[in-house]
């Protein structure tokens, strides 16, 4: 029986082997021997050991001796070396063999060769997975450990295994959700994605990565972050895909509250409507947090009232009720929170005992829960309010403090913004009425880009269409064509890093040909980036132009007509400065007759007649030319003036008269006089009038000589002066500025006009006329006018500062 | 040897003290020019002078001075003013003290010979 037994047990598809109660093996089969290459005498006792992995050699003898104490069956996995070397993997099976009484008397053991199932394990990362009943509970306390929906899924698609999180997640159990399809789990619109990620995945072998929606088991969606790795065998072939979704909801509404808020910001950025961006704002809120209505309310610029900001899921008829509102804390919420610069919290409006009026239109409208805060500036200034209301009571949680939080300072930022933005506006209309008002436009040139940009004024100066780009040849096209050379040689220097600056009148040209004047003021400077920029500011000054024109036109005007009451009061002097030479022709043309009709003729006394009376006549011919320059009517011109001779010339017209007025005229002409710049005609209308009126003033004094100086001399900083001093009658009791008004006369047939046109004349040659009186009788008067610069030919005063 | 009329002229303008002369001379009459009022009384022409040709303006002693002072001097010596001054109002007070003409320049020949005339046969 034991011999027939024996063959039994040697011929065992299995190693099998017994040991006595102490561990100590006895007996080993036939194939345990055949497989290690050990006799049974090598291997029994303890000799088996040499058998063992020396990797596995100590844990195996642990958990052996354990088991021989705990008297239980139990497994061990080991590697068993065969005969030929390798080490293939075992599971040792142990039973004890118990007596009647329950002590073991045998244990018996069973080697079950696993080193095919342990070469797949081995691909898998987590090999625990599809281990016996009593690993899988292992497994689960690590799956169900990790914060995530855990699975393994055969290529076909088919559960394998699920931890529990995941289970719990969709309400299912393992069987449930074995039956359930993707279509069941995924969000409708997450699922072409997911098929296509997972077909992809299972074709090409590689691991997926998607994001999608899963369906809670209370059927809200959330976000998930789902990948899939193959697990593979050691033939590369794959047996399972290992699954890890995590929960990325909270990250993904983050993610979409961000890009609410980015484009909130964006809007705010490019000038979109207040409105509109508190709209969105609101909007993106209510989304955010379900179930919410939301609005913002804005202080009027008064600070009394509030205004309607947003509200568009509000009633309209709650919106009219706030609308208008005071600020104040008996208002409502929004009031209060405006008012008092602080949140307030309306959890349970139906119990709520402030706000009389606000409480009973707020439930008519279903609202039961008002959050208000304010919506403050940076300044600290409160803007408004932002609220949000719920149609039960409720008590913001901390996410949906620091939610309202973020979009009160959106709020703020939007409102901020558009208030900022209008008053921007404001200024910019009143700079542009400014500018407006006072002709001036203003321009920006970056002289590296070339890149121009003129102010609506300046658009209006210039006459050019703002729709038209602007080039320099459209600008340049409205220059007068004598001002392009200098514009362009500015730019040029201004390009070549020349600082020019420039305070100077030019003349622009329209299309239709008429002129501008304009007073140009521009430099060049570097901005902030160092790029040289040119700034300026044109003024068209035409209109100040052309009545500084009319206006000089009427001056000369008036110098003409007080030269011709002048021309009235010198008939008699002119007629004896013209009579005297033509009495001179006639009296030698007389004579000359004579000479020539004596028997025999008188020749050479009738050729001297001739030649006096050509004399006479050239003499004659100098006063009429005198005379017609003098009170001719022509336009006032700018040259050198010899005051010297101009002073003679007019000595030369009042000579007789002069004279029968009984002045003894002294005249000091200064040799050294340098030429002034002015009006030859205006200038000597002014000493014909000093003269005059010299002459006049001593017309009745008769106790002293009539002594009248006339003197030119040249003064410091290039001025040249003259005087005229007579010992008449001086100034009188009403002093030297009296004399000086229009109409103003002392004289019996003056006009009044004869020192009022003096002093205007004098004034336009940017000199000074004045009158002082002398220390004995008399008076002097004097004027001071500019020289003519030197080696200049004409000394107009150009208005151009000139280039620094 | 007729002995011709004696005409002096006074007058500050040269340009009569030369061509003046030269006409009377052709109407006949021995001439005398000066040059003022002053250098005339001076001369010893005065008692010679059979008519003065006297300009109203002059510098220091004008025409109706000399007149006066010959009156006073009692040296009737017709007169004939000469004037290049427009002023109408020196002519008949000129008359008044006892000049045979005042003559306007320019004047023609044939009003000075008339006006000569009439002071050579008023003496």
Known sequence: MESELRRVVDALPGLVWTALPNGHIDFLNQRWCEYTGLDVAEACGQGWQSAIHPEDLLEFVQRWRSTLVSCESGEIEARLQRFDGEYRWFLFRICPIADASGRVVKWCGINIDIEDRRRSEEAMPTRWWLRAPAREGHFCSIGDGIEAHVALVTPTGEIEIVNRRALEYFGATLEEQERRSIADTVHPNDLPNFIAAWRGAVETGRPYDVEGRHRRADGVYRWFHMRGSPLRDTEGRIVFWYLLHTDVDDRKQAEALLAGEKRLLEMVASGHSMSGILEALCQLVESTACGCHCSVVLVDPCGTRLEHGAGPSLPGTFIAFINGRPVNSDSGPCGMAACLNEQVIAADIPSETRWAEWCPTALAHGLQACWSTPIASTAGKVLGSFAIYYDGPRTPTTLEQSLIERFTHIASIAVERAQNDAALRRSE??????????????????????????????????????????????????????????????????????????????????????????????????????????????????????????????????????????????????????????????????????????????????????????????????????????????????????????????????????????????????????????????????????????????????????????????????????????????????????????????????MGIGLFVSRSIIEGHHGRLWAAANDGPGATFSFSIPRASEGVTNTSPAPFRGLQ | MVTRSLVSVVDDDESVRESLPDLLREFGFAVQAFASAEQFLASDYVDRTRCLILDVAMPGMCGPDLQRELTLRRREIPIVFITAHGDETIRPRVLEQGAVECLLKPFSETALREALNAALSSC
């Open chain 1, 429 to 750: 209309a009143f700079l542009a009425e400014a500018q407006r008002l006072s002709s001036t436009g203003s321009f920006l040139v970056d002289v590296e880009k070339h890149e121009i940009t003129l102010s609506e004024e300046l658009y209006r100066i210039f006459e050019l269409d703002e729709t038209v780009p602007l080039t320099r040849e459209l600008i340049h096209s409205r220059f007068h064509p004598e001002e392009i050379p200098f514009a362009r040689e500015v730019l040029e220097r201004a390009r070549a890093g020349d600082l020019v600056v420039v305070d100077k009148e030019l003349r622009l040209q329209m299309p239709d040909g008429s002129i501008k004047y304009v007073h140009v003021a521009a430099h060049t400077t570097r901005d902030q980036n160092g790029r040289l920029e040119r700034i300026g500011a044109v003024q068209d000054v035409t209109e100040r132009r052309l009545s500084e024109e009319a206006l000089a036109k009427v001056r000369s005007e008036l110098a003409h007509v007080a030269r011709v009451a002048c021309l009235g009061a010198l008939t008699a002097s002119i007629g004896h400065e013209v009579n005297q030479p033509l009495s001179g022709i006639i009296t030698n043309a007389s004579t000359c007759l004579r000479m020539l009709a004596a028997d025999p003729p008188n020749i050479d006394g009738a050729r001297e007649t001739a030649r006096r009376t050509i004399r006479d006549g050239n003499r004659a011919a100098d006063v009429i030319t005198r005379l017609r320059a003098l009170f001719s009517k022509k336009d006032v011109t700018t040259e050198p003036v010899d005051l010297n001779e101009a002073t003679r010339e007019v000595i030369a017209l009042l000579r007789s008269e002069l004279q029968r007025s009984r002045v003894i005229l002294h005249a000091e002409l200064a040799d050294d006089l340098p030429p002034a710049t002015g009006d030859r005609v205006q200038l000597q209308q002014v000493i014909l009038n000093l003269l005059r009126n010299a002459s006049e003033a001593m017309s009745g004094v008769d106790d002293r000589p009539r002594k009248l100086v006339i003197r030119t001399e040249r003064e410091e900083d290039n001025r040249v002066r003259l005087t005229v001093q007579d010992a008449g009658v001086g100034l009188g009791p009403q002093g030297a500025d009296k004399l000086f008004e229009a109409f103003y006369t002392t004289k019996s047939g003056g």
